[in-house]
């Protein structure tokens, strides 16, 4: 029976399996019995590499769009520059002042940095970590910077916290502590970075620099940070001292930059700093010097090294002068962006440097024009033939159109580079405050660099890059820099000690 039972059960399931229904035919598919259509092959491409024959061609650039800078003076005479700008709840808060290390006193070099640093170091009724903890409870950490021509203190924050962070850094302004523990601890730290700084030879040239290219007595003729032996010989007295002369509301700023107006910024500079007195005023711009005559070539002895530094430069010009933009382009066709004249031989052409570079940098008073590389020891005096070579090139090989072009749409295209952030829109508003520049500075700037004809620039880069007017600083093998470049005749080879203690003499 179970056997009956399993055959019939076998016998069904084949008959349903017999009877299944066919899938409709596809639209697609061909008719019974027809021949399928046949596809011709497809074409090999002739050469898949051909593409790489045309380069991409660029798009259109962008619209260039510059932030705008709006200022205000208090009662007290306080400046505010507010940059408005809302696309995140963050906002750049900071306090410029128009003293720098120009102010630094002959002999205590250094000086300026040190006393804005003691900022930091307390402030009313906190002790440094205290002072620390209060900005790490608004999830942010104090900034400085000293500069030549001013200094900025600021601190990046959520709007919300703009107002406690300014009653902060306000403390800071109005009651710092300027504790002799702090100041001790203080000093060392600068002391220990200077001695970390000065062994590079890239930073014991700029010492030989600044001094061989404004003189001794010169305010710019120091780096900011001083020496190991100007910094040791500063008391607390020199720091409170340069602090109390050069601080008050009207040689000061209050900057914001980022999600805030001028109305809200004049309120809290008004509610935190607005009762600041002081009699201090911005200080005189320091004397603009011409570029002194080339009697020798400075050498920074550093037996065995592998590579020289040459650092070529002279007294360039102060913000606002009339050559100021033709030179900007003028010193960017020369040594300023990759495919300058100077990078392309020394690099490209000659393979004796990874790179080379010149820059102009205004200052208030006079800024400097300099010209760098560092080259392989064994081609040191063919390279600073090179420099010298191009320098007289520009005479005999004018700027050509397209050289001037690349400058100026690299230099203006550069420019929302600067201005990408709060923080760097509160640099810019400080840059202007320390160089007392009108707030469409950047506009002007950028409409003198498309306005510079190309005869204006042939004028300065022959004016300010004559080689003559030149100071040569050179860090590398005294033997090898002997061989190589004393047949050059560009002036007689003299040892120097940048970092040695400058002579003292009564205080400015």
Known sequence: MRRLFTALLVTTLAACASTQTPPPPSPDSPALGAQPEQVPPAEAPSDTEAFRAKPPQPGKAPELVLPTFQSAKLDNGLTVIVST??????????????????????????????????????????????????????????????????????????????????????????????????????KKQNLDALVRMLGSPYMLAQLAYYTAVFGEDHPYGHISSGTPASVQALTLGDAKGFYQKHSGPKAAAVLFAGDITLDEAKALAQKHLGAWKGKATPPAAPPPTAAPPRELVRVIPKPDMEQTIIMAGRPGIAVGHADEYALELATTVFGGFFGSRLNMNLREAKGYSYGAGASSVPRLGVGPLITFTSVRQDVTGPALKEVVGEMSGLKDKPISEKELEAAREGLIRGFPGAFETVEGLGASAADLFFRRRPMDEYNRTVEGLRKATAAEVQRVAELYLEPAAMQFILVGDPNTIQEQVSPLNLGKLTPVEPDAAPTPRAAK
């Open 85 to 186: 700008r809302r696309e995140l709840p963050l906002v750049f808060v900071g306090v410029a002042f128009a003293a720098g290390s120009a102010q630094d006193p002959r002999g205590k070099e250094g000086l300026a940095d040190l006393s804005y640093r003691m900022l930091l170091e307390g402030a009313g009724t906190r002790d440094t970590v205290a002072l620390d903890n209060a900005f790490s409870d608004l999830g942010v950490s104090p900034s400085l910077e000293v500069e030549s021509d001013g200094a900025q203190v600021g601190v990046r924050v959520l709007k919300r916290n703009a107002d406690p962070a300014l009653g902060l850094l306000a403390d800071m302004v109005l009651r710092p502590t300027f504790s002799a523990q702090t100041f001790e601890r203080r």
